[in-house]
């Protein structure tokens, strides 16, 4: 069974950090990212990664602030977050994909998701 468990949301001031992970299991994964949904928008994409070579997509709001970095040993997923804004604020989920050569960004292109953690950044 596939299980993708986030952690490490929570409140945070401006200007601060958090590190989310997410733990994958059941199966092994081609690619792995974060989404992200505020309230009243459509989930967007965060941050993504191919198992293989390593590769990354970042959203242009988030680039320099936010790293995606994983653990295949462990089968672990990170989005270490600095510099947080108030726009950040959103429900964060993890997303795996079983295609190789899949878009890293389009999110229907992901097969299984995490329930989700939030991520609420105060001003």
């Known amino acids: 069974q596939v299980q993708l468990i986030e952690s490490g949301g929570g409140l945070v001031q401006a200007g601060g950090s958090l590190r989310l992970s997410c733990a994958a299991s059941g199966r092994t994964f081609s690619r792995l990212g974060w989404f992200r949904q505020a309230p009243g928008k459509e989930r967007t994409i965060v941050a993504a990664?191919?198992?293989?070579?390593?590769?990354?997509f970042y959203a242009e709001t988030v680039k320099g602030r936010f790293t995606i970095s994983g653990d295949s040993a462990k089968n672990m997923l990170y989005l270490q977050m600095n510099g947080l804004e108030h726009e950040d604020t959103a429900v964060y989920y993890c997303a795996a994909g079983v295609r190789k050569l899949a878009s890293l960004s389009y999110s229907p292109s992901y097969d299984y998701w995490g329930q989700g953690t939030q991520v609420t950044v105060s001003s």
């Open positions: 990664m191919r198992r293989e070579g390593g590769s990354t």
